[in-house]
């Protein structure tokens, strides 16, 4: 007997009626991990029947640790002393390391590769949400002509930003390092949060805060030297006149400044020295140093250079692999007669360096 086509859709409908509640019933509930609790333990999961072994692998003091696997197929394991912080950790599954899946709180980078753990402090430390008046962060996409490309900015405007429309800002250009991206200074380094705590305790001048995405080489261009001089067209030619055209901006040197970590710590270095005329606040968080050629400018003329620069701040950690690199930066700045801040800290080359650099670099700028 035939059946009219639309007898047939009937009967599959209703059999996938009749199905998916069987189906979503047999559905495991998703796995909760990390899981804090009130103590300040941490409960770590993951459900991996399959797999033979699996490691917490943490950013805080002794942060590896093994999960033990159940009869459900669930691995587990509860960690007791992770000290409060921003943390990045990593599932290390049958010797993969791995996201967490249980955990939505991704560190943004070019290969997303670790999660992030936020124990806030008690009190509050300074890169810890606080109940004080906050900025506001706007994400952009521009066509970059200098690059011929599509790319993406953070900008962070300061609480009463727009209550008054004929009031200037100053500046700061904020960069990232070379794993990461225009959205790493926010979602991992808190940098937001970061002003706007220094802006309530009354200890920095109300600015905006540009970041970019630092790479800026196309396919096959590779890093390195070609890198930043990409980055700096594109900041120079685009993002600036963008900035400036959209915001309620001081646009002299005086109100601008450029600092970053790494590769964007090299970046800030290069650009901020070859132009001091355009940035009068320069720094540089564990800074891939430039070599001194690309910097040239600068050090042959040393009292143009102190004449226009209000601040070059430089920080690394006395564990950090970048150390040695800056202390000969450093001598050759001194050998010049170059004016500097320089800072030896205790740290490695991680974000809770970079917050507290960051915290300790924003209340000397722009006054």
């Not at 189906?23 to 300040?40: C, K, N, T, Y």
């Not at 050090?299 to 690394?316: F, G, S, Y």
Request: with cysteine.
């Amino acid at each position: 007997m035939n059946h009219h086509p639309f007898a047939r859709v009937l009967c599959i409908l209703f059999l996938i009626g009749v199905q998916t509640p069987l189906a979503l019933s047999q559905r495991r509930a998703p796995v909760r991990s990390p899981e804090i609790e009130a103590d300040g333990k941490v409960t770590f999961r993951l459900q991996a029947p399959e797999a033979t072994a699996v490691d917490v692998v943490g950013q805080w003091p002794d942060g590896v640790a093994p999960l033990e696997k159940s009869e459900n197929g669930i691995w587990q394991v509860t960690v007791a002393s992770i000290p409060a912080g921003v943390w990045e950790y990593s599932l290390r599954v049958d010797g993969l390391s791995m996201i967490d899946p249980g955990n939505p709180a991704i560190k943004p980078m070019r290969s997303p590769r670790t999660s992030i753990l936020l124990l806030p402090g008690e009190p509050p430390l300074i890169h810890d949400y606080q109940d004080v008046p906050h900025g506001t962060l706007h994400l952009h996409t521009y066509r970059s002509k200098s690059l011929g490309q599509l790319r993406e900015l953070v900008v962070y405007t300061p609480p009463g930003y727009a209550s008054d429309e004929e009031q200037k800002f100053p500046v700061l250009y904020l960069q990232h390092g070379s794993g990461d991206n225009q959205a790493t200074w926010t979602v991992h380094g808190k940098a937001h949060w970061i002003l706007d705590n220094l802006l309530a305790q009354q200890r920095a001048t109300p600015m905006l805060v540009v970041m970019m995405d630092g790479h800026a080489a196309g396919p096959g261009e590779g890093r390195g030297g070609n890198n930043t001089e990409y980055f700096e067209k594109d900041l120079l030619q685009d993002v600036i006149p963008f900035v400036e055209a959209n915001y309620q901006v001081q646009p002299d040197a005086e109100h601008r400044g450029i600092v970053g970590l790494s590769m964007g710590g090299g970046q800030s270095l290069t650009i901020g020295l070859n132009h001091a005329d355009m940035f009068a606040w320069v720094g540089g968080f564990s800074s891939a140093i430039p070599n001194t050629e690309s910097v040239a400018g600068a050090m042959q003329d040393p009292n143009r250079t102190n004449e226009q620069l209000r601040l070059l701040w430089i920080a690394c950690g006395k564990d950090d692999f970048l150390k040695s690199r800056n202390e000969e930066f450093i001598g050759q700045l001194k050998e010049k007669g170059i004016t500097h801040e320089w800072q030896l800290t205790e740290g490695n080359h991680s974000w809770p360096v970079w917050r507290g650099y960051l915290a300790d670099f924003v209340p000397k700028l722009f006054h």
